[in-house]
């Protein structure tokens, strides 16, 4: 309002009122106000367009930092035809694209972050028919029932509870521990014994496909069942979440699906990290070198990648089941 000049012209106002029989205080006192009142209006006319300009910039500078990690996620896919073990270049490729996604959601508004909660616990809830229907047809073997019921339960850990319907939040996990404990008295709770007892018995060659084979079935329902969801939720949204799911599905020819996608295994990659660190400090200057970020965002940018890096550096993972797989399959 400031800005705007409306005091200055309730100051006028204000001044109009007064008696002009005050010869001598009155031209002083019109001239401090038109003074005042032309002072906010100028002030309004140079700053509100550089607010302005500055929220523009911002988005210009968030939309300019997720094409950055995209260059990043395309050089290291390049750095693939080179590397002998590519687990751990995978392993930074998909870190990169959680990123993008989380910086991507960052920029919706309430709505659309909770609609794709929402949307989330949908595809638990298909993921998990699918997955009952294959047991229950015999597509999928106990194994591997329980590496996919996993899956879904770290995919239930990651919807936000905040952003999501409590009670939806309730119905399908209520629902998915129930049909979890019908299976347990079916298979005369043999989940439970190998969980007590501290098994981990090894996935053959068989459950593995079986793993593909419903996730890409379940895909197909989950692509279907959103597309007719496009008149209800955001189109772009719609088609964000169909894209991830369909990045996903084509890393079934990777090699390693299971241990990327439903597993989450993460290897020991820091080599490859720090190469995404690099390519990311450099993409940054050469972005802004062009003007297309501005200083104090390229600044921002390097101090996150630091402490990223630096939070690499100190972390300690377990390389031994990418290991396992390496050797398995070039023995």
Do not use: C
């Not at 659309?112 to 949908?122: A, C, G, H, N, T």
């Not at 997955?131 to 073997?141: H, M, N, P, S, V």
């Not at 049909?179 to 053959?204: A, D, I, Q, V």
């Amino acid at each position: 309002m400031t800005f705007s000049g409306v005091k200055g012209t309730v100051s006028i106002a204000t001044i109009l009122l007064i008696p002009t029989r005050l010869e001598e205080e009155y031209p002083i006192l019109l001239f401090l106000v038109a003074g005042v009142t032309l002072l906010s209006f100028l002030t309004g006319l140079v700053v509100l367009p550089k607010l302005s300009e500055k929220k523009e910039e911002d988005s210009r500078d968030h939309l300019m930092h997720i094409a950055i990690l995209n260059d990043v996620v395309t050089q290291l896919e390049k750095d693939l035809k080179h590397s002998k073990q590519k687990a751990p270049l995978y392993a930074a490729i998909d870190n990169y694209h959680g990123r993008i996604e989380n910086r991507i959601l960052s920029l919706e508004n309430k709505e659309i972050q909770r609609d794709w909660e929402s949307l989330k616990l949908l595809i638990i809830s298909i993921e998990n028919d699918g997955l009952e229907q294959a047991f229950e047809e015999g597509a999928i073997r106990e194994r591997g029932y329980q590496v996919y019921q996993h899956y879904l339960q770290n995919l239930q850990e990651r919807v936000n509870r905040n952003l999501s319907s409590r009670f939806t939040y309730f119905i399908i996990v209520s629902f998915r521990m129930m049909r979890l404990l019908l299976h347990e008295m079916l298979t005369l709770g043999s989940g439970f014994r190998t969980w007590r007892k501290g098994e981990t018995r090894r996935l053959e060659a068989i459950d593995y496909d079986q793993i593909a084979a419903l996730y890409l079935s379940n895909t197909e329902l989950i692509i279907e069942s959103l597309e007719e969801l496009k008149g209800v939720y955001s189109s772009s949204l719609i088609s964000f979440i169909q894209e991830s799911r369909l990045r996903e599905t084509a890393i079934i020819t990777s090699g390693a699906f299971v241990e990327r996608v439903i597993n989450r295994v993460k290897p020991n990659n820091i080599d490859e990290m720090l190469r995404g660190y690099y390519l990311e400090r450099k993409l940054i200057f050469e972005y802004e070198e062009k003007h297309l970020i501005s200083s104090k965002y390229a600044k921002r940018m390097r101090q996150n990648v630091n402490e990223l890096e630096s939070y690499s550096l100190r972390e300690t993972a377990n390389t031994l089941p990418y290991d396992m797989i390496y050797f398995a399959r070039n023995r």
